[in-house]
C-alpha cells in the first residue's frame, strides 16, 4: 500500500564533461546513468541501470504513512545493505503496516477492525564481469494472510555498456484464512516473468522498455467482501485463474542545468478483460550543493472486469463488487526533497529525504450505496526517512 523508498545512487560530474572527455563510450554511459540516477531520486538504481555496480553499504530507515477512502496505515521500515569482497552485495529489511480499516466495502457490509502486517526480506547480489545476479527473498504476514516470495534477476551490460538487458521470475504463494470461519483455508500462486532493455540515445538521454508476464492460480478474492444481485447481498465468486501482461517505456533526459525530466506509460491488460493505462511525467532538480527537489504527475485509467457489476440484474458464474475491478480513473500529484547532512561519525554520508503523494480515485460504475452516487475518495502517503552510507 505505501511503497519503500530506496535511497538515491550519489551525484557525479556533469554528463556532458564524461561523455565527451576521452572517455570510452562505457564509461560514458555509467556517467550519465548516475547523474540522472542522481537527478531523479534513484528511479534508474531501482531499475537496474547498470549491472556491474554494487549498492553501497548503507542503512535506511523510514516512517510511511497512508490515508484514504477510509483506510488508514503507518508503520516504520529498515533496510540494511552490505558489501562483501566487492563481488557480492548482501540486504536485510523490515517493514511494518499498522492498518486501521474503515473503507467503504467494510462500513457497508461489516465493522471496522485494526491489524498490523509485518514483512521480512532477505537479499544478496553477485557481480560478474558485466553480469550482476540478484537473489530475493520476502515473507509477510497478517491476522489472517501469509504470503511468501522469491525472486531471480539477471542483468547483462552489451555493446560497450551503452545496452543493458535484464530478466526476471518471481514465484509467491499465498496463504488465506478467514477471521471468526476457521473451516476456511485456502491458497494462491503467482508468477511474475519480467524482460527489460535499458538504452543510450545520447550524451544526455537514456531510454528504457521493460514487459511482464503475469499468472495467478488459487483463491483470487476476498472471504469478506459481498457482491450484489438486484440489491440483494451475495458471496463473491472470483475466477480461481488469471494471466496479464503488461508493457512500460520510460524516457530519461539530462536538461542541462542540474535537471532532469522523465516522462513513463504503461499499458496493462489481462484474461479478466481489464485494460488500463498510467502515464507519467516528473521533473527533478538540484537546489545549491545540498538540496535536491522531484516533483510528478501521474494519471491512471481502468476498464472493467467481465464479471463486475455494481448490482447484477441476473446470476452469473463469477460475480464480483471489487471496486479495484471497476471502471475508474485517478490523478496523482507527488513530490520528494533530499537534503543532504553531510558526513557523521562512523559514515561517509547522511542524507534526510521526505515524500507526499496526493491521489484523487473516481469510479465510474461503483457507487456508494449509502448516498446512491458514484463513488471517489481522495489519498495520501506520506514518508520520511533518513540514509547513512558507510
Excluded at 510511511?64 to 540486504?91: C, E, F, I, M, T
Excluded at 470461519?181 to 528504457?208: C, I, K, N
Excluded at 488459487?218 to 451475495?234: D, K, M
Amino acid at each position: 500500500m505505501c511503497a519503500k523508498a530506496r535511497a538515491a545512487l550519489p551525484a557525479c560530474k556533469g554528463v556532458a564533461v564524461a561523455a565527451t572527455d576521452n572517455t570510452t563510450p562505457a564509461r560514458a554511459r555509467w556517467g550519465l546513468l548516475r547523474h540522472l540516477a542522481a537527478l531523479l531520486g534513484g528511479v534508474l538504481a531501482a531499475s537496474g541501470a547498470r549491472a556491474v555496480d554494487l549498492p553501497e553499504d548503507s542503512g535506511e530507515a523510514l516512517f510511511h504513512s497512508y490515508n484514504g477512502g477510509g483506510v488508514n496505515a503507518s508503520g516504520p521500515a529498515l533496510l540494511v545493505r552490505k558489501q562483501l569482497a566487492d563481488k557480492v552485495s548482501l540486504s536485510a529489511s523490515y517493514y511494518v503496516d499498522a492498518v486501521s480499516n474503515a473503507s467503504i466495502d467494510v462500513v457497508t457490509t461489516a465493522s471496522p477492525y485494526s491489524e498490523q502486517r509485518t514483512e521480512y526480506g532477505l537479499g544478496a547480489e553477485y557481480v560478474y564481469r558485466d553480469s550482476k545476479l540478484s537473489l530475493t527473498t520476502t515473507t509477510s504476514k497478517e491476522g489472517d494472510y501469509t504470503a511468501n516470495s522469491v525472486g531471480f534477476d539477471i542483468t547483462q551490460d552489451t555493446f560497450g555498456g551503452m545496452t543493458s538487458v535484464s530478466l526476471g521470475f518471481t514465484r509467491s504463494n499465498d496463504q488465506i484464512s478467514k477471521q471468526g470461519a476457521p473451516e476456511f483455508a485456502d491458497e494462491a500462486a503467482h508468477w511474475q516473468y519480467r524482460l527489460g532493455v535499458t538504452q543510450v540515445l545520447s550524451p544526455r538521454w537514456v531510454m528504457s522498455a521493460n514487459a511482464e508476464a503475469l499468472a495467478d492460480d488459487g483463491f483470487l478474492g476476498s472471504p469478506y467482501r459481498v457482491a450484489r444481485v438486484f440489491g440483494a447481498v451475495v458471496p463473491e465468486r472470483t475466477p480461481r485463474t488469471r494471466s496479464a501482461r503488461a508493457v512500460k517505456f520510460r524516457l530519461i533526459g539530462d536538461l542541462g542545468t542540474r535537471d532532469a525530466v522523465h516522462v513513463d506509460y504503461r499499458y496493462f491488460w489481462d484474461t479478466w478483460d481489464i485494460k488500463a493505462h498510467t502515464a507519467e511525467v516528473g521533473y527533478s532538480r538540484y537546489f545549491g550543493e545540498q538540496w535536491l527537489a522531484d516533483t510528478s504527475l501521474r494519471f491512471y485509467r481502468q476498464d472493467k472486469a467481465l464479471f463486475y457489476s455494481d448490482n447484477a440484474t441476473t446470476e452469473t458464474t463469477y460475480l464480483s463488487r471489487n471496486r479495484q475491478l471497476s471502471t475508474f480513473d485517478s490523478i496523482g500529484l507527488g513530490a520528494k526533497v533530499a537534503y543532504k547532512l553531510g558526513r557523521v561519525a562512523g559514515t561517509s554520508g547522511l542524507k534526510l529525504n521526505a515524500a507526499y503523494e496526493y491521489t484523487r480515485f473516481k469510479f465510474s460504475d461503483f457507487t456508494d450505496i449509502r448516498t446512491g452516487a458514484p463513488y471517489a475518495y481522495n489519498a495520501n502517503v506520506l514518508q520520511v526517512y533518513l540514509t547513512a552510507t558507510f
